[in-house]
């Protein structure tokens, strides 16, 4: 199942001739006997591999197709037309798109040099230029004000650290989320109130779907395809909020910044009977643990990213706690005791730092992440008792960067 | 109904390439190696393939080295060290 990502690849890196095992999927969970016959399958490949040498050496040197789409199409102007053209080509998400003419790319554009390349896009290794993201940015029914930030979040999706290749191509259910700072929310409506992470809010809905485009398009990451998500996630489709400037300990950025964020969509954070910082953060705490999340299995990368609603905000602020001081108490209890650990997920796969291989207490509890500041906590969403803790997929660490005119 | 021309939104590909060795016609004495990419399992099928290919192929020597994680690609010195002390890898992907 996985042998189309890997053959889209090699053609898109041109890599040419690479031979090619493959045995019975899945190989995990499978018990002794599966894994031989397995080994099996394999070597007897590798047998003919070697037996074929010849005419595979032969193969090697030839060139490989590669497949090219043309700059434009033209299609009957009706938004029906429009639409089953896009979704036959596999260039939408399947929801109606605006018509990426030329003028309607041009003044997405603003001006800026359509042919600048931010980097190489995975996982199939596309020119991500101003140009790809704009027509995108057009089908999603951006605003033209809206195309620096959207610039601005490739750029720090490209950047090595947010390891854009493994939330592609990932198994997990990891979505980019968007996070804007500074005064160009409001300007450009980036909704941080009531319901931010859902739907009604044209500027959160069009960017975030411009991002998932763009990672289609550009990326080429097709579901099931170069996208192996098990399952998938709405957060695919759309995943872009603001942080309220309005939070007890003011914003995490003044200026005008996004936050790209490798995250699971929202895991809701229920209490409607704390007074107290103490209780509220205890709910946030084990709200931010469960044997299937990713976090703390690939240690030195694990986040949490806590959105509090901005009546659990106050409740924290009232009690005198700082920003410091909720990321120390998430850090301090959110742990699952090691004989937990020990059942699932994803125990013998963990990669964790040579410390905590080496406990042997069954009841110690062993952190999600490596530091208090792994914890970022955001004010974000309208009156009511929730707030959500959000997941990293615990390969990916979260980029900011400047959002700057073009 | 009249038409209308739209941009393609699909980037595209960057150039570049690559051309992969010629494989040996035999392992008979070679020293194969693997990128354990510690999905779980991978490291009891690539001791079993080796040890098949020691028993059936004359493999001389086999030699596995695991990823920090399933995740991030192999480290510059895994990649290095394997391309000096083998004849031929297999690289371990997906689940």
Redesign the interface.
Known sequence: ??QG??QSELR????????M?T?E??????R?EG??R???Q??DQ??R???Q??G??EV??ATIP?TT??????????PE??LAAFCERQ??DGLPIV????DR?RAMLGGADRDRPLG??PP??????L??LA??AV?AGCEPAAFPLIVAAVEAMLDPSF?LY?VQA??HSVAPLLIVHGPIAAELGVHSGSGCFGPGFRANATIGRAIR?ILM??GGAWPGRHD?STQGSPAKFSYCIAERADSPWGPLHEDNVVTVYGGEPPHNVNDHVSTTAAGILATVADTAVSLGSNVGW?F??SQLLVVLGPEHARTIADDGLSRADIQRFVFEHARLPLRILKLGGMW??H?WPRWMHAVTDDEALLPQVPSPEDVMVIVAGGPGKHSSVVPN???SRAVSRPIRPL | ????????????????????P??????AGLTVGFIDN?????D??AD??GA??SA??GVKTVIRRRK?????PAAPEILAGLAKDCDVV?AG???
């Open positions: 199942m996985f990502l890997a898109a890196l041109g890599v040419s001739g690479l031979p095992v045995i999927h899945p190989l995990g969970g499978e002794s894994v031989t397995r080994a099996r394999a070597v590798i047998a591999l070697l037996s040498e010849t595979a050496a090697s040197r590669t789409t043309p700059d434009f199409i033209t299609v009957t102007d009706s037309a429009l260039w939408c018509p990426p003419t030329e790319v190489v896009m199939l290794w596309r020119v991500a230029t140009e790809k027509v995108n089908m390891n493994g990932t198994t485009l398009n550009v192996m690939y030195s990368q013998g796969i990669d997929c615990t390969f | 109904m009249s038409q209308i021309r739209v941009l393609s939104p699909v980037a595209a590909a960057s150039s570049g390439g690559v051309n992969v010629r494989i040996p016609g035999s392992l510690r999905k779980a399992n991978f009891l099928l079993e393939i098949i290919l059936e192929h920090a994680n399933a995740a991030t297999f992907s997906a689940d």
